[in-house]
């Protein structure tokens, strides 16, 4: 185990949330589920989502997931950006700037590594302009990120 994983809270969902976390990210796997109680309750769940150990609890409604925790997921192309929001969004809300909440109300971003190095361009305009246009959009289009790069805004 990692010396450091984070920790999910969530009402009843953790077992579930899990399997579909791991479906979605390849090198994924489930460590453990622990069960309660003579109906076997699940209490905690132990997983790795692409290598990243995660930890989640059923802990019932008292506290509730927000945006202050997201998981950053560095998309390699607008294709695994497209995959990965569409899964992620169903049941969920859209947020802005590549953020969504799941429908268990864990919040991702889901952005493509090409947005980092556009806004790392030494020019300032061109950063600039990238992120005016990032700011923008609540699904991150590499295309758009591209075309304002290069001075082509809408």
Request: charge should be negative.
């Given at each position: 185990?990692?010396?450091?994983?984070?920790?999910?809270?969530?009402?009843?969902?953790?077992?579930?949330?899990?399997?579909?976390?791991?479906?979605?990210?390849?090198n994924?796997?489930?460590?453990?589920?622990?069960?309660?109680?003579?109906?076997?309750?699940?209490?905690?769940?132990?997983?790795?989502?692409?290598g990243?150990?995660?930890?989640?609890?059923?802990?019932?409604?008292?506290?509730k997931?927000?945006?202050?925790?997201?998981?950053?997921?560095d998309?390699?192309?607008?294709?695994?950006?497209?995959?990965l929001?569409?899964?992620l969004?169903?049941?969920?809300?859209?947020?802005q700037?590549?953020?969504?909440?799941?429908k268990?109300?864990?919040s991702w971003?889901?952005?493509?590594?090409?947005l980092?190095?556009?806004?790392?361009?030494p020019?300032?305009a061109?950063?600039?302009?990238?992120?005016?246009?990032?700011?923008?959009?609540?699904?991150?289009?590499?295309?758009?990120?591209?075309?304002?790069?290069?001075?082509?805004?809408?």
């Amino acid at each position: 185990m990692s010396k450091i994983t984070p920790f999910l809270w969530f009402d009843s969902q953790a077992e579930e949330a899990m399997h579909f976390y791991i479906s979605l990210f390849p090198n994924s796997r489930v460590h453990s589920v622990s069960r309660v109680g003579e109906a076997g309750e699940v209490t905690l769940v132990s997983f790795e989502l692409d290598g990243q150990p995660v930890m989640g609890i059923n802990g019932g409604p008292h506290f509730k997931l927000t945006e202050a925790f997201s998981f950053y997921v560095d998309c390699a192309d607008q294709a695994e950006v497209d995959r990965l929001w569409e899964r992620l969004l169903e049941g969920g809300e859209a947020q802005q700037c590549g953020w969504l909440k799941d429908k268990y109300g864990l919040s991702w971003q889901v952005i493509p590594r090409e947005l980092m190095e556009l806004m790392q361009d030494p020019d300032p305009a061109r950063a600039g302009r990238v992120m005016r246009a990032m700011l923008q959009m609540v699904k991150i289009d590499v295309e758009g990120l591209r075309r304002a790069h290069a001075g082509e805004e809408d």
